[in-house]
């Protein structure tokens, strides 16, 4: 194994296998399990369905914002990259630590937990182990293909994303077709029970991932071009399938009957279909979440990956094997998910706990585009943002808008995200002791670490000698 000397990774991804990554992400436990919830809170089945589309605008604004930072700057470790660049290492720094803790591998968690439940109804033999133990096993047989190289992890995640929309497609066309199900169910109504905007947070869950190729932008074939053709294709698709499937739901049932349901698409299924349906969508639920994880797998070490090379994670993170990319941080991620998946929480609490620190940086990321606009009013770029800035003026008010109404009704996970943000602080300060600048940083970035003091500079050396000087 080498440590990558000139900071950047074999460019062997298609756009069509970073659309894959990018619809795999996105089509996850979120779509299969919120929907009842929102149906709780709005009590309409015409303000669910608004919710849908207006959340798939908003990715899809999101997309764009990405599209043009990651064309303009195609590097591995998507958004710690654009953030590094509009506003220094530190807000860059926090992303990552973030998307370690919570972005991705909590979700992976959940997601693999969630993946066990599911396996386990459809073979009930299975239902005699530990789910912890399955969405272990599951989460290394992932990371042991992702580990076999970028070619044979990009057929995977092609093969489970095209079988999953192909499965989700053919649901929607039969519910419709054959399902029993009747139109006066989107004339009926419930009383609200929560907030708007603790609903769009629901939303956005389900639609988080729409960013996954732009993680990857240091291995994408003419990303100038490919990055915002995948992010762009993958994310209107995603919208698609997913206001079509909410409206399946609304067909199948009343919102009265829907309301705070988790296992939505099963109930929907067992009223369109009968009991045995339920299988059916067991299968596809279980499919669409190891698509969802195994894409995760592949997105978050990159994040890692650049933090690594710029000195602000341990070095030994940086370190690659062939054409298998970022070889250590993959397994520190699979590592660190599978200590998490012995720790689960309810899944509710999680979705607005992550749903906040994620929205805070996506947040940060989309305003980058006018910042290094003003910036760097110059600078080359392949691919422009419609609607600039109205478009993402739009999507940051929106954000700003969701995190309040947290901050009001749940009070507790928002804490809990904003300390998982701040947390990282003292991270930085330890890992950042020894670095005047990054010597792995891509030429051309302005990422800069404050110089050390003497203090700082002895109490690094006692570190690396006690723990290695690949880690500190």
């Not at 071009?225 to 995603?238: D, E, M, N, Y």
């Not at 994040?303 to 397994?331: E, H, K, L, N």
């Not at 749940?410 to 701040?422: D, S």
């Not at 700082?456 to 690396?464: F, K, P, Q, T, V």
């Amino acid at each position: 194994m080498t440590l990558e000397s000139n900071g950047r990774l074999s460019r062997t991804i298609g756009w069509r296998t970073a659309a894959a990554v990018v619809i795999a992400n996105m089509i996850g436990t979120g779509i299969f399990t919120t929907s009842g919830f929102i149906a709780r809170d709005t009590g309409s089945p015409w303000i669910l369905l608004t919710l849908w589309v207006v959340g798939g605008l908003i990715a899809l604004a999101g997309a764009l914002a990405y599209a043009e930072l990651g064309a303009a700057m195609p590097e591995a470790g998507g958004e710690y990259i654009f953030l590094r660049e509009a506003y220094g290492p530190v807000v860059a720094y926090l992303s990552g630590w973030t998307s370690f803790f919570a972005g991705f591998g909590g979700a992976i968690a959940a997601a693999l937990l969630a993946f066990a439940g599911y396996i386990s109804s459809l073979f009930p033999a299975l239902g005699e182990i530990d789910a912890r133990l399955l969405a272990i096993t599951t989460l290394w047989m992932l990371t042991a293909v992702h580990l076999g190289g970028v070619r044979l992890s990009g057929k995977l995640q092609g093969l489970l994303a095209a079988v999953t929309v192909m499965m989700m497609v053919a649901f929607i066309i039969s519910g419709f077709a054959f399902g029993h199900g009747a139109v006066a169910h989107f004339r009926s109504s419930a009383a609200p029970q929560g907030s708007m905007a603790v609903s769009l947070i629901f939303v956005l869950y389900a639609y988080s991932g729409w960013n996954a190729a732009a993680y990857l932008g240091g291995e994408i074939v003419e990303p100038e071009h490919g990055l915002p053709r995948a992010l762009i294709v993958g994310t209107a698709s995603v919208g698609g399938l997913y206001v079509a499937l909410n409206a399946l739901y609304v067909w199948a049932l009343p919102i009265s009957e829907m309301s705070g349901v988790m296992a939505i698409a099963e109930r929907a299924a067992v009223s369109m279909f009968g009991p045995r349906a339920s299988r059916i969508v067991a299968a596809l639920i279980a499919l669409a979440i190891l698509s969802s994880a195994s894409a995760m797998v592949v997105a978050g070490p990159r994040v890692y990956f650049a933090m690594a090379r710029d000195g602000v994670f341990p070095r030994a993170f940086a370190i690659t094997q062939g054409r298998s990319g970022p070889t250590a941080a993959v397994i520190l991620q699979s590592a660190w998910a599978s200590v998490l998946i012995l720790a689960f929480a309810v899944f509710e609490r999680i979705v607005v706990y992550a749903g906040v620190a994620i929205t805070i940086f996506s947040a940060a990321t989309v305003a980058a585009v006018i910042v290094i606009r003003m910036q760097q009013p110059r600078a080359a770029r392949p691919f422009m943002m419609p609607g600039y800035p109205w478009a993402a003026l739009a999507y940051v008010a929106i954000c700003a808008w969701i995190i309040t109404y947290a901050a009001l009704t749940r009070f507790a996970e928002t804490i809990l995200g904003l300390a998982t943000v701040l947390g990282g602080l003292p991270i930085y300060w330890l890992l950042s002791l020894g670095a005047k600048d990054s010597p792995q940083s891509s030429g051309g970035s302005r990422f800069r670490l404050r110089a050390p003091s003497a203090a700082r500079r002895r109490l690094r050396s006692r570190l690396r000698r006690i723990i290695g000087r690949n880690f500190i």
